[in-house]
């Protein structure tokens, strides 16, 4: 039986290793890349705090005078009295929001679009899309890669991030999709499929048949020839790290299949679509709050939060959306929602990652799971270790599958001399 089981391995592996071991590599590329990012340029994560804070409006002021004719979309401020404002903006012109509310026909269409927006901020949002320098982070508006990093304390300009670092780009177009789009993203969940299949084969070609054999295939001999390291490091650092790689490679799928994602719903009777937003009452010739306003307002409502990320609206009747880190977030997806009125600033509603339903809160788990930070920096470490030891994998075997002939070969010389004899 372990010979089938073995020759499964053996042409899966084949077939998709280089596809495997390549995720892995890059999996483990970018486990650390927001830490990564930090240590390269400090200067855009850190300032020294000072006594007095520069209100938002005024952040916004300068970079408009430093940046014209670009529109913040989103302002993100830490709690971290040490971290630096982050604005998210796209190069479009400012709108003019007056004359947009006259071109408005209806308040059926209006709300239509105000629901649309809203739910297309939550859910970005809810995703933890970020501007290009972080892979867990959480962004604010404006084209994905536009942050602006902002001094609190002077109200400087540090530095823009217009995409994402061009090495943990291209980790991460390798990671998902190959650098070929639709194709590449079959292509690598196909390769995970194959590689959970891969990881149960291994597990039980490795089952020892007594304690000897168990001692053996738990400890990793160094003294030995690199033949032996080989051998040892495919097999016991394979089992180590099985359970860990399949977790990983199981979670990935809900990235590359459509159908595995809506299985989370599915299985959890619930369902994926967020809840429309509510609307904001226009008032004839009144002015929308500033982001000052809504940061007070989001402090009173959720205090202590890690960060608050304020999201303008984009059409007339959308509420002023601020999405939370509570300090005590069970993972870095578990955020919550804070939805205030655009013009009186008074809060329309609010949606806790708690009240969310059950598919969704489970679908948010995913990603921290996949990345190892639901264990915080253990787990991510686990992660970082295991993903390199996959990446191994691959090469170790095929060295095992080569010596394996080559013994076999000799032994079939072997016995072909003697019978001549």
């Not at 994560?45 to 002021?61: D, H, I, N, S």
């Not at 939550?122 to 501007?131: F, L, R, S, V, W």
């Not at 509510?278 to 929308?288: C, D, F, L, M, R």
Request: charged letters at 20%.
């Amino acid at each position: 039986m372990k010979n089938f089981f073995r020759s499964i391995h053996l042409y899966l592996s084949l077939a998709c290793g280089l596809v495997i071991g390549l995720v892995c590599f890059t999996g483990a590329a970018m486990v650390f890349e927001k830490e990564m990012m930090q240590a390269i340029y400090p200067d855009r994560y850190k300032v020294t705090p000072g006594t007095q804070r520069v209100p938002l409006e005024q952040l916004l002021a300068n970079f408009n005078q430093a940046k014209p004719g670009v529109k913040v979309a989103g302002v993100k401020v830490y709690s971290d009295p040490a971290r630096t404002v982050e604005l998210s903006y796209s190069d479009e012109k400012p709108g003019n929001k007056e004359a947009g509310k006259g071109e408005h026909k209806g308040r059926e269409n209006k709300e239509q679009k105000a629901k649309a927006a809203g739910k297309e901020g939550n859910e970005k949002a809810g995703k933890g899309e970020k501007g290009g320098h972080g892979k867990g982070g959480k962004g604010g508006g404006g084209r994905p890669g536009n942050v602006a990093f902002m001094n609190p304390y002077t109200g400087e300009l540090i530095a823009t991030s217009t995409q994402k670092n061009a090495f943990f780009r291209n980790m991460f177009e390798l990671h998902r999709w190959l650098l070929v789009q639709e194709p590449g993203k079959l292509i690598v969940g196909v390769s995970t499929v194959v590689f959970l299949f891969i990881l149960i084969t291994g597990i039980i070609l490795w089952w020892p048949k007594n304690k000897k054999i168990l001692k053996q295939r738990l400890t990793l001999k160094w003294n030995a020839g690199w033949k032996r390291i080989n051998h040892d490091w495919h097999i016991v650092i394979g089992f180590y790290t099985a359970i860990f790689l399949f977790v990983f490679a199981f979670t990935g799928l809900a990235w590359s299949f459509e159908w595995f994602n809506d299985g989370i719903y599915t299985l959890t009777n619930s369902t994926k679509e967020q809840p429309d937003p509510p609307i904001s009452q226009v008032q004839e010739g009144a002015k929308t709050i500033s982001f000052d306003q809504a940061f007070v307002t989001a402090q009173q409502q959720i205090p202590n939060a890690e960060f608050y990320q304020l999201s303008s609206p984009r059409e007339a009747e959308a509420a002023f959306t601020v999405m939370v880190m509570p300090a005590d977030a069970a993972h870095e997806r578990a955020t919550s929602q804070l939805f205030l009125d655009q013009y009186s600033g008074n809060k329309l509603g609010q949606v806790a990652f708690e009240d969310k339903n059950l598919g969704q809160r489970v679908r948010s788990t995913f990603y921290p799971v996949h990345v190892g930070s639901i264990a915080g920096l253990p787990g991510r470490i686990i992660a970082f270790i295991s993903c390199l030891a996959g990446f191994t994998f691959p090469i170790t075997g095929v060295i095992l599958w080569i010596n394996r002939l080559r013994k076999e070969k000799k032994k079939t010389k072997k016995k072909a001399l003697a019978q001549a004899r």
